[in-house]
T-cell receptor, first 114, second 115 residues
């Protein structure tokens, strides 16, 4: 059974740029959630995709967008990067909608915005 | 707004001591409750969860948590901690209805167990 993988592991961008982060869900999982974890904070829910459609969203602006593909892998896109976007971005996969079962987390992508 | 509060940011215990980590949430509707743990150098992983039924739930590694609806609390307990329990613990709530779900984490509690 393959766990959740994320790429890249680290990324450095400058303000105003755009970034795409990628996530492969655990085998058999059809739901992917994305989180932003700033230093010393808990993960903040960005959004969730279930069967290729957004199924829930946290308090993040529209410049945070996502996609889920037919194989259930997912991308997180952030436009017009700001310094405060520097954080660890976590992807989690699960089977079913948000209420069902546990989420399996990946190792995260560390994004630094200069 | 929905929120999750973890009252203890850092806890230091000796082995065999009892542990209780507080978690309170604010949300008026039906919630599902979770505790996640992150061991040093590892991913977040589920410790235990509450969906419905018996408010006392048991998880892995001897942990348990009690859901007290009237207090909006879901405290984590372990009767006797071990050095290997050193980790960061996160309480989480998911709330909402289909299409509007939100998953809310607390800020975490760093537990250090002294051998």
């Amino acid at each position: 059974e393959t766990g959740v993988t994320q790429s890249p592991t680290h990324l450095i961008k400058t303000r105003g740029q755009q970034v795409t982060l990628r996530c492969s869900s655990q085998s058999g999982h059809n739901t992917v959630s994305w989180y932003q974890q700033a230093l010393g904070q808990g993960p903040q829910f960005i959004f969730q995709y279930y069967r290729e459609e957004e199924n829930g969203r946290g308090n993040f602006p529209p410049r945070f967008s996502g996609l889920q593909f037919p194989n259930y892998s997912s991308e997180l896109n952030v436009n017009a990067l700001e310094l405060d976007d520097s954080a660890l971005y976590l992807c989690a996969s699960s089977l079913g909608g948000l209420r069902n079962n546990e989420q399996f987390f990946g190792p995260g992508t560390r994004l630094t915005v200069l | 707004a929905q929120s999750v509060s973890q009252h203890n940011h850092h806890v230091i215990l000796s082995e065999a001591a009892s542990l209780e980590l507080g978690c309170n949430y604010s949300y008026g509707g039906t919630v599902n409750l979770f505790w996640y743990v992150q061991y040093p150098g590892q991913h977040l992983q589920l410790l235990l969860k509450y969906f419905s039924g018996d408010p006392l739930v048991k998880g892995i590694k001897g942990f348990e948590a009690e859901f007290i609806k009237s207090k909006f609390s879901f405290n984590l307990r372990k009767p006797s901690v071990q050095w290997s329990d050193t980790a960061e613990y996160f309480c989480a709530v998911n709330a909402g209805t289909s299409g509007t779900y939100k998953y809310i984490f607390g800020t975490g509690t760093r537990l250090k167990v002294l051998a």
